[in-house]
């Protein structure tokens, strides 16, 4: 029993030690992930051994104290933390709770919600016009960001009733979370390191850290976004399910994430929507950590009441975290393709949203060094779909001594030549062109998808290739033989068959593919898509100066440079030479020569209903257009889906004519629209 006092109580001063680093300071020292597990070890003691319950657990509790720089709001209501679930059993559990809880009479649906990841606010209207707004604070008690909240765009100042609505209460308390969208946060956090100002950890504090301001207008220039998900106090007759009430807050002009609140019969049907939801939630532009669970018909909400920190009615399932806490066991360097060296940090594996990691990069010296990372160091390492994992900050408080700082190299640890700083770069280069580690990189990007798309040619065959003198170029991949394949360790004959079929196969690429596999400094997909539009052929591209290629739009003097001697090298002439001997035949492109929609440039917001984004963008970029993230007076076409955000607004501003999904379509199919 001894035992168990102390643990609770180390348990509950860590909790009550991370809860004021997450809500107060906005600088958190643990991981999401870390910080569920501890709470769950308190809850599942505390239910074990009720009887060691103290009054001020953090069970009890929401969050810590607001800052004091903000004037103090009282919720009228406490403003709720939600009960957590982590699996399919708990999702079941909890509505095997509900169902014992309500007893047999009552048959009881459930809506199932986005969990945004962000910060909960309150925004409070009396006869229609917003008074207050404030952040959760402590539960009972926020900080007052009334004016931080009016600089946000799609909250409306008041609001209006149309004839067919619901009259507009007294007194409506408006409860939703205040967000980021991911793209907004990497331009926030590319602009604060170019200040040399620390960059957020995640989109969440981003967020917070922008909305708790004492400056409005700093707010005001971060752009925050919100959707609701509940009320607190309202006047007047109430309404009979969730779904009515969110349905009713967008009529009154709230952001609500309507496309993805669904309603469901059974809990198995919930599951799966859980399961969908999570799959698909690097499809978001902005980031969900989890889907909530709510039971629908109001008067059992009532019925089933709270608990002392969450409502019985509904539960949070979790989706896996994205974040978690591990340790380097050591630092070493990766030379890229153009020679970057790049310094990567060894991990004790560990799951990450799904995935385990192992290694993570440090991008280059000058991020270890602002970050303060240490060979031993235990860190916070993060993913986000297919970008790969980086470590975020190092945990200075579990520091013991033997932490080791890292330096990076003279020497390429591959080959051995002295690395150099060109002017203006942050990064390291080998510059020895034969370094094995460079080559072996244009290699693996040669033969990648977007390049010459080689299914099989995967790294550990790349090295062989290598090892044994078969491959030292591109072009030599062409006279690789079926004997040569079946020297290389573990490969069988027939996989070595169809290697060298997709080796074959490739010889016919499309230009802009060719142009991308070549793997010039600075041709990406985009670059070498305008390239191949712009001159139709590989001869006409090798003819180009730099003044021709400076005239395209987007094709600044540094990329028409690197273009121009890369070309000019001739160990890379005779390598297109021999591409070309071995019998690569690049389909030539019907330069359409000017499309509609040649040059304009297109943003979208909002989630398409009948295709991926990816897509769209492949049907603008065919047709000679361009996708870019942020609109400006240049876009020629804003693309608006389902829950858009605050671009419409800007679109409307900037007088940028807006197209529903059904009008793009129509658009990309070739009836041109009348504007
Ligand atoms: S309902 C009493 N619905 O998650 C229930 N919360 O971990 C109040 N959140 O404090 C919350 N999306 O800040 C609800 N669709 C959603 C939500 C949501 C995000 C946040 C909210 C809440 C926290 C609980």
């Not at 009320?231 to 309507?258: A, H, P, Y």
């Not at 942020?630 to 858009?644: A, C, H, M, N, Q």
Request: contains cysteine; charged residues 30%; negative net charge.
């Amino acid at each position: 029993m001894e035992e168990i006092i102390t643990e609770l109580e180390e348990l509950r001063e860590k909790i009550r030690h991370h809860n004021h680093r997450y809500y107060t300071l906005d600088d958190l020292e643990i991981s999401d992930g870390e910080y569920d597990r501890l709470f769950r070890r308190l809850l599942e003691l505390e239910k074990r051994y009720p009887r060691l319950i103290t009054p001020d657990s953090p069970s009890r509790r929401v969050g810590a104290e607001p800052q004091e720089a903000f004037s103090q709001v009282t919720h009228r209501q406490p403003m709720l933390s939600l009960e957590n679930g982590f699996d399919e059993k708990g999702i079941r559990d909890f509505d095997a709770r509900v169902r014992r809880f309500l007893g047999d009479d009552y048959q009881c649906d459930y809506v199932v919600e986005t969990k945004m990841d962000g910060l909960a606010v309150e925004m409070v209207y009396e006869k229609g016009t917003l008074t207050v707004a404030s952040t959760r604070g402590d539960g009972l008690v926020g900080e007052n960001i009334t004016a931080n909240i009016k600089t946000i765009l799609t909250v409306p100042l008041t609001i209006k009733q149309s004839q067919e609505q619901r009259p507009i209460p007294d007194l409506l308390e408006v409860r939703g979370e205040v967000y980021m969208e991911m793209e907004a946060f990497r331009e926030l956090n590319r602009d604060r390191l170019s200040k040399d100002l620390p960059s957020f950890a995640n989109p969440r504090n981003a967020a917070a850290g922008s909305l708790r301001q004492l400056n409005p207008r700093v707010t005001a220039k971060r752009p925050l976004n919100y959707f609701c998900y509940g009320t607190g106090e309202i006047t007047g007759r109430s309404f009979d399910t969730q779904k009515e009430l969110m349905i009713t807050l967008q009529q009154w002009g709230f952001r609500v994430n309507r496309p993805h609140i669904k309603g469901f019969q059974n809990i198995e049907d919930v599951i799966e929507y859980c399961h969908s939801l999570e799959e698909n939630r690097q499809q978001f532009p902005y980031e969900i950590d989890g889907a909530v669970i709510k039971v629908n018909p109001l008067i059992l909400q009532t019925r089933l009441g709270q608990k002392s920190r969450s409502p019985r009615w509904a539960l949070a399932y979790k989706f896996k975290p994205t974040q978690e806490t591990t340790k380097i066991i050591k630092i070493d360097v990766q030379v890229g393709r153009t020679g970057a060296l790049t310094p990567v940090a060894h991990l004790e594996p560990v799951e990450v949203g799904g995935v385990i990691v192992s290694r993570a990069t440090l991008h280059n010296q000058e991020e270890i060094e602002k970050k303060d990372i240490r060979e031993l160091d235990t860190v916070i390492v993060q993913r986000a779909g297919d970008v790969i994992p980086e470590v975020v900050k190092a945990v200075i408080s579990k520091r013991t001594g033997n932490e080791k700082e890292f330096v990076m190299p003279t020497l390429c640890p591959v080959c051995g030549t002295g690395v150099e700083k060109r002017e203006g770069e942050v990064v390291l280069r080998c510059p020895n062109p034969d370094c094995p580690a460079q080559v072996k990189e244009s290699l693996k990007y040669f033969v990648s998808k977007g390049a010459m798309n080689i299914d099989g040619l995967g790294d550990k065959i790349i090295a062989q290739l290598m090892d044994r003198d078969l491959v030292k170029d591109a072009a030599d991949l062409y006279d690789l033989a079926l004997e040569d394949l079946l020297q290389l360790d573990k490969i069988e004959l027939k996989s070595a068959n169809n290697l060298l079929r997709a080796i074959e196969n490739s010889k016919k690429p499309t230009l802009p593919k060719f142009i991308y596999a070549l793997g010039i400094r600075h041709v990406g997909e985009h670059i070498a898509d305008l390239l191949s539009t712009h001159f139709g052929s590989l001869e006409k591209l090798q003819q180009a100066d730099k003044e021709e290629l400076s005239s395209i739009n987007e094709i600044g003097p540094q990329i028409a440079e690197s273009i121009i001697s890369w070309l000019a090298d001739e160990s890379n002439r005779r390598l297109i030479r021999r591409l070309i001997e071995a019998g690569v035949r690049i389909e030539s492109v019907s330069t359409v020569p000017s499309s509609p929609i040649t040059g304009k440039v297109f943003v979208i917001t909002g989630i398409l209903n009948s295709m991926k984004r990816s897509k769209a963008k492949d049907l603008i970029i065919h047709r000679g257009g361009r996708l870019v993230s942020s609109i400006g007076k240049g876009t020629d076409y804003l693309v608006v889906g389902e829950s858009p955000g605050s671009k419409v607004q800007k679109a409307r501003d900037l007088g940028v004519p807006v197209l529903q999904e059904d009008e793009f379509i129509k658009l990309m199919e070739g009836n041109i629209l009348a504007f």
